[in-house]
């Protein structure tokens, strides 16, 4: 029988469930809507779209480079607990989504929540995921690149930082190497931007004032104020700036000097729960609203 948008959308509003879950459900019970909710409850499907409010600030970031190292993705996807990061579905799912990313150049969350992954929509593959696992889940960002000369990847404490470099260079097995370098240290100095250029005029004037009024604060002459701002300004390319960075193997070296000849055309750090606020709870709490699910 023919199920109307109508319909499904009425389902889709009483339930939270996705649309082709829906779908599927008032296929399953000839339209009949009270029948379909039974279904999803049953399929745990009702249920799992219940806890997209709870906090998912923990998880994995997945990240996976082509076979001929031209393309990159990143993904991370979040978990309401660390444990949970370690369930096998929950890992393939993300090894799963980064290789989709990769095959279908999809560069924007959007694209990839509106895309089908496997015959299946891909938020009721991650709706089916979180009633299978029974925490919310949430694919909370993805960045997919693209070079003419290389990609290399790097993930750090088994997977909450992930790090992607691109190289417009020819791959050699010392520029990779280098790469690989450049990557440990990016995941290990969280720079905030590639190169001092990125920073705006807006960001340097904040700056400038902050250090300013430390320094008048400080007592220093008006006359010497600008010399030394000067000098913290660098500074600040020197902390913030991958390029400008001085190298964590070797601190007599910038990024920049380091790379060489091998020129870095960009790259992407993720660590997980960057950015949200976490709910505090203890171990003991954390386990009982596991079991009451």
């Given at each position: ?12 509003k009483k ?9 599927k459900a ?26 997209a409010d ?240």
């Amino acid at each position: 029988m023919s199920i109307s948008a109508k319909v499904v959308m009425e389902l889709r509003k009483k339930t939270g469930a996705g649309m082709m879950d829906c779908k599927k459900a008032l296929n399953e019970t000839s339209g009949d809507m009270e029948a379909a909710i039974t279904f999803l409850r049953e399929k745990g499907i009702s249920k799992a779209a219940k806890k997209a409010d709870r906090i998912a600030a923990e998880g994995l970031i997945f990240v996976h480079v082509s076979e001929d190292n031209k393309k990159g993705a990143i993904l991370e996807l979040n978990s309401e607990t660390d444990f949970v990061a370690k369930n096998e579905d929950f890992v393939n799912f993300g090894n799963d989504s980064v290789k989709f990313i990769i095959e279908n150049k999809i560069n924007s969350l959007e694209t990839l929540k509106s895309s089908t992954m496997g015959g299946e929509l891909y938020t009721d593959a991650l709706t089916s995921l979180i009633a299978t696992i029974g925490e919310n889940l949430n694919v909370r960002r993805i960045q997919y690149i693209e070079s003419e000369g290389f990609v290399t990847s790097y993930t750090h404490m088994g997977g909450s930082i992930g790090v992607l470099v691109s190289s417009s260079s020819p791959l050699t097995e010392e520029k990779q190497v280098k790469a690989r370098d450049i990557s440990m240290h990016a995941a290990a100095m969280d720079p905030a931007y590639f190169d001092k250029i990125e920073v705006t005029q807006e960001i340097l004037d904040k700056e400038k004032s902050i250090m300013k009024t430390q320094l008048i604060a400080d007592g220093k002459p008006e006359a010497i104020i600008e010399k030394i701002l000067i000098g913290k300004m660098n500074k600040f390319y020197e902390e913030n700036c991958l390029l400008q960075q001085k190298f964590v193997k070797d601190d007599k070296l910038t990024i920049e000097q380091y790379a060489g000849d091998m020129n870095i055309a960009s790259f992407v750090r993720f660590k997980v729960g960057d950015g949200i606020e976490k709910k505090e709870e203890n171990f003991a709490a954390e386990v009982a609203a596991q079991i009451k699910g």
